[in-house]
């Protein structure tokens, strides 16, 4: 056990109160997530000046995105791994320095294979960014506090999103594309420096007192606190229906995700005939609504288990709010005022993010916290596959109607489904004690 680790009762002349630092871990990480966002988003804002510019049309526009996403998936697999491994210390900003070159390098192509290999090596890094948050979430804060956590860490890329369609097209515009890209991309290396200097596990940092310790291990057996964590196959998680119950949550709502990412400003302008010299204003309100719902998403578990309910039961409900308040966006495609309309769309993103921190977070209340990183590598990963289907599916449809109202009627019942399956599989929630390896094995 640390030698930090906190003793009671409390001397009956002062009460000393625990710090805050887990606090500071978690806005490095919401700055992690921003910059991811700003790093992935800004072709999509620069697409149209870059098509002028280079010359692509719509297939080697697609083939750019897809690589992306192939390699992102192939990244959140291999990095969740290595997150457990070698812990996020080390690797978090070593794949952060990874992706940020890679960012600066679209500012130095110039063709549409030059992109393509850039968009690969970006997709890589960037895998590594949310399981590493996820552990270093486990890590830095009692389950009680998870979800909150991740619904302030994850609203990074809703903040991205609103300052993204403001800042990147007016720097491109002063500047450049070249330079928008180059300088986005540095901004990485800048939070690098900070992250290595703040950031180690609770036992060894200072500014960690005994008290905000012990609030953050309080969920630790004695036997968790002491020892050090065995390691875990990445194969052997396979076995486990919580494994496949956080997978198949992903394989149903990560693609609604991308299609709110890659496709909104699209059907802003294919049904709602907005210009994008307009297109701004629209994306920045559902992105505070986005922002809003994650925030909410990640309280409401708190709150619920402070009026009794278990972790578990707290999960679940949540995620069952979520998933209903995603219904309303069957209505989109028959309501005729625009900001009715961005209202209900800003409203499911909103409900989406809610429904993402909770899913994430049940992946540290099921497991232990050396198999985190590989678990939500698996997860998203998993994700990832069933999004480059439905972009496919998408696009058929698409094609074959021009309308957007099928689509809109698959988003409002994934994640319904999706939570019915997660019920079927681990209707508990139970956590899972991984086998120990004894020493000399």
């Not at 940020?100 to 890589?124: E, K, N, Q, Y």
């Not at 496949?244 to 400003?265: E, N, R, S, V």
């Not at 696009?395 to 109607?401: D, E, K, M, R, S």
Request: proline share 4%; aromatic share 12%.
């Amino acid at each position: 056990m640390s030698s930090k680790q906190a003793t009671f009762p409390l001397s009956y002349d002062a009460v000393v109160r625990p710090t805050h630092y887990r606090w500071r871990i978690c806005l490095l990480l919401l700055f992690s997530v921003m910059i991811n966002n700003f790093d992935r988003s800004i072709l999509g804002l620069l697409a149209p000046m870059l098509q002028k510019d280079i010359g692509w049309n719509e297939i080697g526009y697609g083939n750019i995105v897809t690589a992306f996403q192939f390699a992102y998936a192939i990244g959140l697999l291999v990095c969740g791994r290595l997150v457990d491994l070698y812990g996020a210390r080390l690797l978090l900003p070593i794949a952060l320095a990874f992706w940020s070159l890679a960012a600066m390098a679209h500012g130095l192509v110039g063709t549409v294979l030059g992109f393509i290999v850039a968009r690969i090596f970006l997709g890589l890094g960037e895998g590594a960014n949310f399981p590493a948050a996820i552990k270093v979430t486990a890590e830095w804060f009692p389950r009680r506090e998870r979800a909150f956590a991740t619904g302030i860490f994850n609203a990074g890329s809703n903040i991205g999103n609103i300052i993204a369609p403001v800042l990147i097209p007016l720097m491109a515009l002063q500047l450049g594309w070249r330079m928008a890209f180059i300088l986005t991309g540095a901004v990485g290396l800048v939070w690098i420096v900070f992250w290595l200097l703040c950031y180690q596990q609770p036992h060894k940092v200072k500014k960690v007192n005994a008290e905000e310790l012990a609030w953050i291990q309080q969920d630790n057996s004695p036997e968790q606190t002491s020892k050090s964590e065995p390691k875990v196959s990445w194969l052997s998680l396979l076995q486990y229906r919580q494994t496949w119950a956080f997978a198949i949550g992903k394989f149903m709502t990560d693609p609604i995700f991308w299609f709110f990412l890659f496709w909104l400003p699209k059907w802003l302008h294919d049904e709602r005939g907005i210009q994008m010299s307009n297109i701004a204003l629209p994306l920045v309100v559902i992105n505070i609504l986005a922002t809003a719902g994650g925030m909410a998403g990640g309280y409401l578990p708190s709150l619920l288990m402070r009026g009794g309910l278990s972790a578990a039961s707290a999960r679940k409900l949540s995620l069952l709010i979520c998933a209903v308040a995603i219904l309303p966006i069957l209505l989109v495609s028959s309501v005729s005022n625009l900001w009715l309309a961005v209202s209900l769309i800003g409203i499911a993103v909103a409900a989406h993010q809610g429904w993402s921190v909770n899913l994430y977070t049940s992946v540290s209340d099921m497991f232990p916290k050396q198999a985190v990183g590989a678990v939500v590598g698996i997860g998203c990963l998993v994700g990832s596959i069933g999004s480059i289907f439905f972009a496919q599916i998408t696009g058929h449809i698409l094609q074959a109607t021009g309308s957007y109202w099928s689509i809109f009627l698959i988003a409002g019942f994934a994640y319904l489904i999706g939570l019915s399956l997660i019920h079927w599989l681990v209707p508990t929630m139970q956590a899972i004690t991984l086998p120990t390896t004894r020493r000399g094995d």
